[in-house]
Nanobody, 124 residues
Framework: VQLQASGGGLVQAGVSLTLSCAAS????????MGWFRQAPGKEREFVAA???????YYADSVKGRFTISRDNAKNTVSLSMNSLKPEDTAVYYC???????????????????WGQGTLVTVSS
């Protein structure tokens, strides 16, 4: 499975931005998809995940501001980010793991496939 993340950029605090991740090479509908981020000087952290059934999971830091969604017809997963804060500045990565049972995890080691990352910079 190949993942290609896009949509990052430089934005001001308070605005919205949507990231997309296009998947190819697998049965997309059977994968749990996740978004992680890595801020400068910090470890990569979980942001959100969505399983094959459309159930969603969020880190507390983004709950209520970010929305993860998937379009199985287009093999894409999106992360809509509202009310962005400077502390959301990071490289955002999409990740995938085949999970017919609809499992998910906050741990990056659980995911099998990773995209290349897209940089989001939020200025104050």
């Amino acid at each position: 499975v190949q993942l290609q993340a896009s949509g990052g950029g430089l934005v001001q605090a308070g605005v919205s931005l949507t990231l997309s991740c296009a998947a190819s090479g697998g049965t997309f509908g059977s994968y749990t998809m996740g978004w992680f981020r890595q801020a400068p000087g910090k470890e990569r952290e979980f942001v959100a995940a969505i399983n094959r059934g459309g159930n969603t999971y969020y880190a507390d830091s983004v709950k209520g501001r970010f929305t993860i969604s998937r379009d199985n017809a287009k093999n894409t997963v999106s992360l809509s980010m509202n009310s962005l804060k400077p502390e959301d500045t990071a490289v955002y990565y999409c990740a995938a793991k085949f999970s017919i049972e609809g499992s998910y995890s906050y741990s990056e080691s659980w995911y099998t496939y990773w995209g290349q990352g897209t940089l989001v910079t939020v200025s104050s």
